[in-house]
């Protein structure tokens, strides 16, 4: 056997073109960097939740061994503050802290322990302040923002304080009454992106004052933009370039190492690596937001949707960094994917001092699934529908309308996701008795078979492709052509492990019709942005960029008969209207550009006394549009199937008083081996008429939907609400 | 101190501070950067080893127990400039997404296969339940398993 | 990567090749903390928890290693790791010792962590810990000053502490073997790769029932009853159990799957 690399073209299963590397371990890792005279930054941070900062005593520390630099908010260049969408953010805190494990001060020695031992003799005095840690209280506390950051850019105003966002969605009749309702009030826990190369990177100095950031990330240029003015440098004075990334799923949207690696670097004129460890980066990251949501359905008596009606309220904790898009994309898909009348959502975003949120895969739309499948449950049980019945009586598609009065136009086969998910074969009961791998509780050997039972659970769900609410998307990109016929891509669009590198390349090889394709390194310093890989958009954008660069620099050679061509194209999908701050209704055509569903059928046992759980199977049916490469198709429904599973099953992170206590993965769980079962996935390839090649993303849905179908699975095992996740074992037992 | 091990049959010498892992010392200090730091608590996989002829965590190896022992790391599965079957499954299979767990995820699999040449599926789930990974589900690791195994 | 400019911290590193080394140094460096296989010691370095003057290594000193039979007992070395504890015929003398080791971490894990350890860290989670109380265990320890026995439950004084004296190492453990059946049974929250939120091992020989449980009290407990008991022994067990709440689960949850867990494993040992 030997690996074919074969160069393949746009729908073909093509190797990942770092599989070789990546497998050898020769693949150059953020953490991987090093550099001649390289020092190594820390990063000190906040014990509290909430404390003012009386003082900060740096004088004994940098006195110790190896230590070149000790710096804290006095010496950042520029901005003090930063952030994502809104400067709320301290680059180091000054006045007062947050959240736990807030950035205080930064340390550059020759080795990590004579930065870890230099950090400990700085002295921070603190206050102690009461946290804000309860959501629900947050808009009667005392603000922890009164300059009100959020506010003032076309969302609606609420003059509470904490408030991030507040959206009011009113949709038809509001008050418009069904023969039955049905209602539950769901939440979900923090959940951690937990991916395993953790927050690192190098920064070097250009010795003209500039400095190039090799970091792990997920859009260069915005973070060059957030970079650059806390340094008080222009933008080219700082080059961002990715260096290998060990995962991301939204939390490296949010900047982590990249101004205090270069505030030190500039500081020493040294290379500066800096490498949290596990324990940090679960605080040197944004975290799902955890949700508390109150629904109410109200239908016909043969089942037709007539109004739903949600309140969601979501915890932002201590800054801003994308929550009002999560806050606004849990409204618009808190009904679900299913034609509604009449609806009434109020969605809720509020700073606290707990964990800082932001974008993680499935981005709001994750929370409000659970909620939204576990409503049509119970209004199926009410009504003594099919559950499956009843989903496809409402499903939403082309010519139907959003909440937010978007007519949806392009694909958006929901019917067909919920037919070919329901179609796929359950697996039989396997006998007893068996290894106890291949019971709940697993190598725990709990049981022989005593109290586990078997649930079949359905569900389905929907999200956004793209940014939104006239938010300015777009991708760059570049392409030579050299005189030999050799064509060099150059799009700065992140490689986060999804593989949106191969696309890259099999867009490019198909447009030129050559095998003769490299990818130049992804930075900011040879091309435009090609923004963030995130909200499942980077298959479409790139895709749409390369192409149009492509083409254009086909087009140049012939005009010129030949020779070397370099040309840069920018790729915009439709323009988005933003939301109308009182109705919540979309000011123009579209809020959003498009959409991907997916339908899932899980069998489940439990161990119904212990409250252990063995997932057994799962079936899924996806929107892909076009699959790209279905190998890497199916490997990001299956990865993404994972992460809402952990957070049915097991992923929390848990705060007392706002101070994390699990960071470590002793104690915040993500599946293993043994958790996850088969996935059976269907691609369902109606092409997206907007996209390039019909393409959609294809990494959140799954995320979005197994959540809430694995729960459906536990609730049919149990005859149990489960109306939390991660589901509890005490729940499961009725303790 | 100082210290001498074989890394990949090469010997190798280093001057460690004494509080120093394995693991550091093999990507910080002798040049071998493919075992990974995700957790550095033993609970992730992603810097397992062959440590002499077991499959470890180096992270969970004191550097200064490594003097005097035999270290494989994921840089010396391959011989003659070929990949080792399991690479070549990983990557034939689809099995690598981010690929930090990776190096971790095949030298695991290695230990497998040398251990027990046909797995089924639940000797292949146990055998990896050491090594985590955020991206794939799974599923491709175990088929790049079988794949290697010829199963 | 550069040379260090100045020395690291004062952290050394003592490998002796004997138990007399051993011992010697121990009783010299009284503060040098034992390392064998590292699955808990390092992580307390890794994430600077902990800077002790030194770490002794015991990976080389072979009178640590391995197991004997001897007069129906069977001793166990320090140095016996979880996956050797899962081989046969050791597997088969210790049956409810080897289903802990296979719950514990991973391969990996398991390949490194040693009985000894477990002793020595002495957690309420300890896994081996449970099986060792219901199979009557003598803790060997010595020191320069000589060797003493003492049964498991005197060794295990609280939370993370032992019996140990400051010059003493943990020799080995002896366990009576082959006598009547015994099962352990671990529950976590994930199916592989945890530590027990709480966990049981039963042992049923001579008319007699003992458990031991891990994760529900300071120490793991041993609890005995007579057979003719076995009906209300898991509220016996249940009812000796005071267990907390944590990150890893609740005291109530903790309370009832004890009771669960006798139950199945008294269904096990006395079928």
Redesign the interface.
Known sequence: MSVQLELGRVGEVVPREDGIPKVTGQFAYSSDLQAAGMLWGHTLRSPHSHARIVAIEISEAVTMPGVHAVLTHEDVPGEKLYGLEFQDQPVLAFERVRYFGEPVALVAAEHPEQARRAAERIRVAYEPLEPIVDAERATESESLHPERPTMGHGYRDDPRPNVVRSLVIRHGDPDAKGDVSVSGVYEVGIQDQAFLGPESGLAVPDGEGGVDVYVATQWLHVDRDQVAPCLGLQPEQVRIHLAGVGGAFGGREDLSMQVHGAMLALHTNRPVKVVYDRQESFVGHIHRHPAKIWAEHRATRDGKLVNVRVRILLDGGAYASSSTAVTSNAASFACGPYAVDNALIESLCVYTNNPPCGAMRGFGAVQVCFAHEAQMDKLAAELDIDPIELRLLNALGPGGSLPTGQRVTGALPVAEVIRRAAALPLPEPEELPRDPLRVPGGSGNTTRGEGVKRGVGFAVGFKNIGYSEGFDDYTAARVRLAADGNAEVHCAAAEVGQGVANVILQVARTELGTDDVTLAPHTTATVDSAGSASASRMTWMASGAVRDACRAALEERERNGGGEVDIERIYRHPRTSPLDPETGQTTGERSHVAYACAAMRVVAEVDVELGLTRVVWIGTAQDVGKAVNPQAVTGQIEGGTAQGLGLALMEEIQTRDGLITNASFTDYLIPTTLDMPPVVSELVEEAEPDAPYGAKGVGEPPTVVSTAAVVAALRAATGRDLARVPVRPDEIVGL | ?RIELRVNGEPCEA?V???E?LLYVL???LG???????????????C?VLYDG????S????A??A?GHQVV???G??EDGR?H?V??????A?A????????GL?V?AV?LLAHNASPND?E???????????????????DAVR?AAGT | MQEEATTLGAVDVLTPRTLEEALRLKSETPGAVPIQGGTDVMVELNFDRARPPALLNLNEVAALRGWSRTNGRVSLGAGLTYAEAMEHPLAELLPALAEAARTVGGPQIRNRGTVGGNLGTASPAGDALPPLLVAGAEVNVASVRGERTLPLHEFLVGPKRNALAEDELIVGVSVAAGAGRETFLKVGPRNAMVIAVVSLALRVVDGELLAAFGSAGPVPALVRAPLEEASSFPEQVAAAASPIDDVRGTAAYRRHALRILAGRALDRCLA
């Open positions: 101190m001057d501070w004494a509080g892992s990507r910080e200090r071998y950067p493919g075992s990974k730091n995700a957790c550095e608590q033993g609970e992730c996989g992603s397992s077991k499959l470890v965590c992270c969970l190896v004191l200064a127990q003097d790391t994921v840089e599965l391959g990949l079957r690479q070549e499954a990983f990557v034939a689809g690598v997404q981010c690929g930090f767990c990776t190096p095949v695991a230990d639940d292949i789930r146990e055998a990896l339940s050491g090594n985590l990974c955020r991206c794939t589900g799974y599923a491709k690791i175990f794949l």
